[in-house]
T-cell receptor, first 116, second 113 residues
């Protein structure tokens, strides 16, 4: 089965500085990868997805991620952090199920803190 | 499109009681998923429906858990004889076929005392 590892459980940045949230994946074939964000008391929201098209994927709210096969990485970045970006971020890989469904396997999450 | 909805949002129950949660997916989505998220962890897959057929169940889903999607629309997840270890956020997601983009509901937070 495919899996992901999020390398940092907590990341703290100052508002206006770049954000880097790291994720490595393990897969025997070309994976579908996602980043989801979870704000307190809100549902999970899809930020962006990679499905073997362009390796640089742009998402919502200025986030982007780059798929690097040679490094088995899918790191999430944003040039300038905003206070509203403070949340839990999950790197996710898709495992195909019997009957064609998709089991999402989540990393353990990275809590992003944005300071003034 | 009102998104995925779940009810109740919060449930507190005593150990040994039965509880049932409901999920209403996005109306045109034929696939429905249940996940469980414990504190400090990412969500873990529990089960999957395509229309009314339950096609996959995780080993996490013990005999005390049962899920249904009787008419291929809403789904229910029942936990019988609840245990303190069942305390978690139960998330529902739905999708169309294909690339696996799943849309999540706000979850039902279960606390077993």
């Amino acid at each position: 089965a495919q899996s992901v590892t999020q390398l940092d459980s907590h990341v703290s940045v100052s508002e206006g500085t770049p954000v880097l949230l790291r994720c490595n994946y393990s897969s025997s074939y070309s994976p579908s990868l996602f980043w989801y964000v979870q704000h307190p008391n809100k549902g999970l929201q899809l930020l962006l997805k990679y499905t073997s098209a362009a390796t640089l994927v742009k998402g919502i709210n200025g986030f982007e991620a780059e798929f690097k096969k040679s490094e088995t990485s899918f790191h999430l970045t944003k040039p300038s952090a905003h206070m509203s970006d403070a949340a839990e971020y999950f790197c996710v890989v898709n495992n195909i199920l019997t009957g064609g469904g998709n089991k999402l396997t989540f990393g353990t999450g990275t809590q992003l803190k944005v300071e003034l | 499109d009102t998104g995925v909805s779940q009810n109740p949002r919060h449930k507190i129950t005593k150990r040994g009681q039965n509880v049932t949660f409901r999920c209403d997916p996005i109306s045109e989505h034929n696939r429905l998923y249940w996940y469980r998220q414990t504190l400090g962890q990412g969500p873990e897959f529990l089960t999957y429906f395509q229309n009314e057929a339950q096609l996959e169940k995780s080993r996490l889903l013990s005999d005390r858990f049962s899920a249904e999607r009787p008419k291929g629309s809403f789904s229910t997840l029942e936990i019988q004889r609840t245990e303190q270890g069942d305390s978690a956020m139960y998330l529902c997601a739905s999708s169309e076929g294909g690339a696996g983009e799943q849309y999540f509901g706000p979850g039902t937070r279960l606390t077993v005392t």
